[in-house]
């Protein structure tokens, strides 16, 4: 039989191999969700858009950005180039902006691509879009566009089904934009200049996803915008993806990829295991308390010191008397501070002190308690006196 800690770890191992092999077997699930990113092969990934235009359209001449504007147009290009921006929804900073219409103003070509904008560029040109929600719910209904120009307009609308995502042009400055593509009276591709260059805005990104170019012949609608972009350089920016893996955090990624997530919860659950196993062979470390400290003496140092170093004699002088006012009441059971001559007898017998003794003491006491001021001599000596009696006191 197994000695020791192996039969644990063999109980790991055996649970590993069980939970590759059940991964490696069952089907894998359909993503879903739109990232719009070039790596992507997902249905609605655009890996297959992005190399159609790095390895044929536009080859040669396309950049991939993974940072903001900002960062990219510090030095604007000396070559005519086309900013291309795909995502489901596109906000800028004011910054970026700013650096974005001066990159157009130069005679460049922004192009957007999303089902919303907002941002600084969408209020300059007034424009708002909203959502088509009725294409999800009503299977009979279905998008149609179509291109304006009498050079890019087909015969027939291309007819995209309900698995689209759907958004048009509700509002935009008709002195400023023109209407290049849509249908049944909807604006889903507009155009805005600026000095020299162009904006371009698509309400549809999803046209652009391997969903409906790989295979599908409404692709074509994707290549025909491509025309409008006439440029030198073609910069694809990764930055603005709502699932960027590179702004994320290290658990968002982990846990947006199955594999890997499959790896992080099998190292959890055997680590687990291990813990509870592992705890019932070995005893629980034992703390260390460390005894409290008495600083009563350091702190009675420190307040006597700053007593002193303020010269108000007065104040210790009181709270000496103070406090053998308080040992007669304890130990003699005499409350009053007027003590009289059947007082100090009292305590000269019950202390065994000589009375003279007892007497200049209270006559000390008397003299500082009486004056509003004593010198440093007069609180030493009621100090020697009051220690003497502590010192000589029997009871």
């Known amino acids: 039989m197994f000695k020791g800690n192996n039969k644990y770890y063999s109980i790991l191992l055996l649970l590993f191999i069980a939970m590759v092999w059940i991964e490696y077997n069952q089907p894998k699930p359909v993503d879903w969700r739109r990232t719009y990113t070039n790596q992507d092969k997902i249905p609605f990934g655009c890996n297959a858009f992005y190399r159609l235009l790095d390895e044929d359209i536009f080859k040669d001449k396309i950049e991939v950005q993974n940072q903001t504007p900002f960062n990219v147009l510090v030095t604007l290009p000396t070559k005519k180039t086309a900013y291309v921006f795909i995502n489901n929804n596109l906000t800028f900073s004011e910054l970026d902006c700013k650096y974005l219409f001066d990159f157009v103003n130069e005679g460049n070509i922004v192009f957007m691509a999303a089902n919303s904008f907002s941002s600084l560029i969408a209020d300059t040109f007034k424009i708002e879009t909203e959502y ?66 162009n904006f371009y805005f698509l309400s549809v990104p999803d046209i652009y996803t391997n969903y409906f170019v790989v295979n599908d012949p409404n692709r074509e609608a994707a290549y025909k915008t491509l025309s409008y972009i006439d440029a030198d350089v073609i910069w694809w920016d990764e930055y603005y993806k709502s699932f960027n893996t590179k702004k994320g955090s290290y658990f968002q990624f982990i846990f947006g990829n199955d594999s890997l997530y499959a790896a992080y919860t099998l190292a959890g659950i055997a680590l687990l295991i291990f813990m509870v196993f592992a705890s019932k062979r070995r005893q629980k470390a034992i703390a260390i308390v460390e005894p409290l400290q008495n600083t009563t003496l350091q702190f009675v140092e420190v307040v006597g010191s700053v ?64 004056n509003d001021k004593i010198t440093e001599e007069d609180l030493i000596q009621l100090n020697n006196l009051i220690e003497n009696f502590y010192k000589q006191n029997k009871r």
């Open 307 to 370: 007593y002193y170093n303020s010269k108000n004699h007065k104040i210790i002088a009181e709270e000496k008397i103070n406090s053998f006012y308080e040992l007669l009441r304890v130990k003699f059971s005499i409350t009053g501070r007027n003590i009289d001559e059947e007082g100090a007898l009292r305590i000269s017998k019950l202390s065994t002190i000589n009375l003279d003794e007892i007497k200049k003491l209270i006559s000390n006491i008397n003299y500082v308690l009486k």
């Open 132 to 197: 088509a929600y009725n294409l999800f719910n009503d299977s009979t209904k279905k998008l149609a566009l179509n291109f304006y120009s009498p050079v890019l307009k087909a015969k027939k609308n291309y007819i995209y089904p309900k698995q689209i995502e759907v958004a048009s042009f509700s509002r935009f400055d008709t002195t400023k934009v023109k209407v290049l593509a849509g249908a049944d009276s909807t604006s889903l591709f507009i155009k805005a200049s600026w000095g020299k260059g």
